[in-house]
């Protein structure tokens, strides 16, 4: 989800980029305890009716719950990822947060107008990154193709109608 504060044709704007999760921390709990319960009542029947044979089923589905559990917390902990993007007289900002960093990532562009935009579709999923001299920052990771298609036309027209703060002598 973007949300933005300004305009990308004025080129003075400030952009939040955050990702957009089906379900949040209590949705994540509730849908692992329903599946460690089914996992486990289904495994419970099989080691029942095997007449303790079918131990290997049990053995799969306690693995099945470790992966089901890491995967929805890292899901959790994704959620909670930022980027904001500025862009004002004195340059381009990103600031890249998650919430176990002490302190955000910060790339500080002077002169945007040197920047490239450009799209990365190889694996299916499009990326965005800034090139600026021998830098290359990933945008919005996280978002939706069409969200990440809009980001990418908007700071390419932001970045055109970009002008620094006038010099004072």
């Not at 007449?51 to 992966?67: C, N, R, S, T």
């Not at 959790?76 to 919430?99: C, N, S, Y």
């Not at 908007?154 to 006038?166: D, F």
């Amino acid at each position: 989800m973007i949300n933005i504060k300004g305009s990308f044709e004025e080129a003075r704007f400030e952009a939040e980029l955050v990702p957009h999760r089906s379900l949040g921390k209590t949705g994540s709990w509730i849908a692992c305890g329903l599946s460690g319960v089914l996992l486990g009542a289904t495994s419970g029947f099989a080691l029942i009716m095997s007449q303790g044979k079918a131990w290997p089923v049990v053995v799969a589905a306690f693995l099945v719950q470790g992966g089901l559990q890491y995967a929805f917390s890292r899901n959790a902990r994704a959620a909670d990822e930022r980027q904001f993007l500025k862009m004002d007289e004195d340059g381009l900002a990103i600031i890249h947060t998650r919430p176990h960093w002490d302190t955000p990532l910060v790339h500080q562009i002077d002169y945007p107008t040197m920047a490239r935009i450009e799209q990365d579709s190889t694996r299916g999923i499009p990326k965005i990154f800034i090139r600026h001299h021998a830098r290359q920052i990933s945008i919005g990771d996280f978002l939706p193709p069409t969200e990440t298609t809009q980001l990418e036309q908007g700071l390419k027209t932001a970045l055109r109608a970009w002008r620094p703060a006038p010099s004072v002598t």
